[in-house]
C-alpha cells in the first residue's frame, strides 16, 4: 500500500480534502490566495510571537510552490487554525523538501500537527520529493513523541543558535536557538508501517533500563529534557 491522502485518512473534496481531528471536521488545502497567506502570517505572530524581522511574509510564501512545495492550511471553517510548509529543492543531487515551519492553534493540538505532517508526506511524494527534513527545538518532549516516535523520523546531526538568540523571543525568551536536524525517509518500510499501521506507543517503563547518555556508542540511552 502506498502513501496517499486516502491510505492515510484523508477525504478528497473540492480543493482539498477533509479530515476529523478531536472531533471536529477540518479542511484541509493548499494555500494560494493572499488572504490564506495573510492567515498564515497570523499564525505566526500567534503561536511563535516571531518579529516583523522573522516573520515569513506573503512574498516569501507565495513563491514556495514555484519550488515543488507547498504550503498547505487546516481550516475550521474560513479560519486557518494551523499550517505547514515546505520548499523543494535538491541537496547534493538528491530531491529534498525543506519543511521550515509548522503552527498550530493551541485549543487544535493534540492532533491536527500530526494531520499536517503527514499530509505534507503524500503531497510531497506525490511532487517526487521521498526525504523531508526540518528542524526542531530538542527541549521541547512533544517535539520527541511527534516527529520520532510517531512519524518515525530520524536525527544525526545537532546545530547550536542555528536561528541566533533573539528569534521568536515572545516563546524562547531570547534563549539560543539549537536546533535537531531532522530526516524523515518516506520510502524506508519503517516509515511506511508507522503511518500506514500505526504504532505502539512506549510504554512508560519502556526506558527505565536504559543507561543516561554519555556518548558511548549505546544503541538506546535516556537524555533529559528540562521541565522548564
Same mark, same amino acid.
Request: hydrophobic share 40%.
Given at each position: 500500500?502506498?502513501?496517499?491522502?486516502?491510505?492515510?485518512?484523508?477525504?478528497?473534496? %473540492?480543493?482539498?480534502? #477533509?479530515?476529523?481531528?478531536?472531533?471536529?471536521?477540518?479542511?484541509?488545502?493548499?494555500?494560494?490566495?493572499?488572504?490564506?497567506?495573510?492567515?498564515?502570517?497570523? +499564525?505566526? +505572530?500567534?503561536? =511563535?510571537?516571531?518579529?516583523?524581522? $522573522?516573520?515569513?511574509?506573503?512574498? &516569501? !510564501?507565495?513563491? &514556495?510552490?514555484?519550488? *515543488?512545495?507547498?504550503?498547505?492550511?487546516?481550516?475550521?471553517?474560513?479560519?486557518?487554525? @494551523?499550517?505547514? %510548509? @515546505?520548499?523543494?529543492?535538491?541537496?547534493?543531487?538528491?530531491?529534498?523538501?525543506?519543511?521550515?515551519?509548522m503552527a498550530v492553534e493551541p485549543e487544535y493540538r493534540g492532533g491536527l500537527g500530526y494531520a499536517l505532517k503527514i499530509l505534507q508526506a503524500a503531497v510531497?511524494?506525490?511532487? *517526487? =520529493?521521498?526525504?523531508?527534513?526540518?528542524?526542531?527545538?530538542?527541549?521541547?518532549?512533544?517535539?520527541?513523541? !511527534?516527529? =520520532?516516535?510517531?512519524?518515525?523520523?530520524?536525527?544525526?546531526?545537532?546545530? #547550536?543558535?542555528?536561528?541566533?538568540?533573539? =528569534?521568536?523571543?515572545?516563546?524562547?525568551? *531570547?534563549?539560543?536557538?539549537?536546533?535537531?536536524?531532522?530526516?524523515?525517509?518516506?520510502?524506508? #518500510?519503517?516509515?511506511?508501517?508507522?503511518? +500506514?499501521? *500505526?504504532? %505502539?506507543?512506549?510504554?512508560?517503563?519502556?526506558?527505565?533500563?536504559?543507561? $543516561?547518555?554519555?556518548? $558511548? @556508542?549505546?544503541?538506546?540511552?535516556?537524555?533529559?529534557?528540562?521541565a522548564d
Amino acid at each position: 500500500m502506498d502513501i496517499t491522502t486516502t491510505t492515510l485518512g484523508f477525504s478528497t473534496v %473540492q480543493d482539498g480534502w #477533509e479530515r476529523v481531528i478531536a472531533g471536529r471536521q477540518l479542511t484541509f488545502r493548499r494555500v494560494r490566495v493572499r488572504s490564506d497567506f495573510e492567515q498564515c502570517e497570523r +499564525l505566526q +505572530l500567534e503561536v =511563535f510571537g516571531v518579529s516583523e524581522h $522573522d516573520l515569513a511574509s506573503f512574498s &516569501i !510564501l507565495v513563491i &514556495i510552490p514555484k519550488t *515543488g512545495g507547498e504550503v498547505l492550511g487546516a481550516f475550521d471553517g474560513e479560519r486557518m487554525v @494551523g499550517y505547514i %510548509q @515546505g520548499y523543494g529543492g535538491y541537496v547534493e543531487g538528491a530531491p529534498r523538501l525543506i519543511s521550515d515551519l509548522m503552527a498550530v492553534e493551541p485549543e487544535y493540538r493534540g492532533g491536527l500537527g500530526y494531520a499536517l505532517k503527514i499530509l505534507q508526506a503524500a503531497v510531497a511524494l506525490e511532487a *517526487g =520529493f521521498p526525504e523531508i527534513l526540518w528542524t526542531v527545538d530538542p527541549l521541547r518532549a512533544a517535539n520527541a513523541r !511527534l516527529n =520520532f516516535e510517531r512519524l518515525g523520523a530520524c536525527a544525526n546531526e545537532y546545530i #547550536e543558535n542555528l536561528y541566533g538568540d533573539d =528569534f521568536a523571543e515572545g516563546l524562547y525568551g *531570547g534563549m539560543p536557538s539549537d536546533r535537531l536536524v531532522v530526516s524523515w525517509l518516506l520510502t524506508e #518500510e519503517r516509515v511506511r508501517q508507522r503511518l +500506514l499501521s *500505526g504504532y %505502539q506507543p512506549l510504554a512508560p517503563d519502556a526506558l527505565d533500563r536504559a543507561p $543516561d547518555f554519555n556518548n $558511548d @556508542g549505546a544503541n538506546r540511552a535516556r537524555v533529559a529534557i528540562p521541565a522548564d
